[in-house]
């Protein structure tokens, strides 16, 4: 059954669903990765795909940027399709001199000042959760494939311009214990939750406030292969 965002029919999209923020990216990932490719949708361009990978069917899909936009996108998935475990892959700002380009974020736990949740359904902290299963098998891939990974929590902002031009990311840093800023995580993991379903949150690092390297729009959509690579062989074990 179509919705207004996803024109998928029922059993289109599998069970695991790998979900980058830019849809082109998704794209890339079917192109790159998949054997016996499905396109299931395109609605305003945020493309979905279904394949296999090493004997496994999973899908990827673009859920654009921010909270509504991956709110939207991600509750249709558990709610309409069947959807039972997602995995955002993204980019992510880092806080911290710890945390250097191209470096893997697994998420612990997302901290944000946005409303999504308390709108929702009237969930009033300021943190949500991934899965404990799923960052488990993150954690085992990784180890398993010689990935170095960092855990942390981070900062879900609804805001990427901010006029507070005080360096604000230190403070996020020292006091709530945030070592990267992304856009996604907090809605997600808060849908999952609401749900009971599963979601966790895979970042590559592609900027930084402390040391100011940054990365291009190209790199982003095409590159960032340790963080895909495990996210797939993570999603082939589940």
Known sequence: MATPHNKAEKGMIAETVLMPGDPLRAKAIADRYFDDVTMFNDVRNMYGYTGIYKGRRISVMGSGMGMPSVGIYSYELYTVYGVNNIIRIGSAGSYCKEADIYDVVLVTDSYSESTYAKTQNGYDKDITYPST??????????????????EGKVHSSDVFYREDKTP??????QEKGCIAVEMESFALFHNASVLGKKAACLLTISDSFVSHKDTTSDERQNSFTNMISLALDTAVIL
Not at 133 to 150: M, R, Y
């Open 133 to 150: 299963d799923l960052n488990k098998a993150i954690k085992e891939t990784s180890e398993k494939n010689n990935i170095k990974i960092i």
């Open 168 to 173: 604000y990311y230190e403070k996020l840093y």
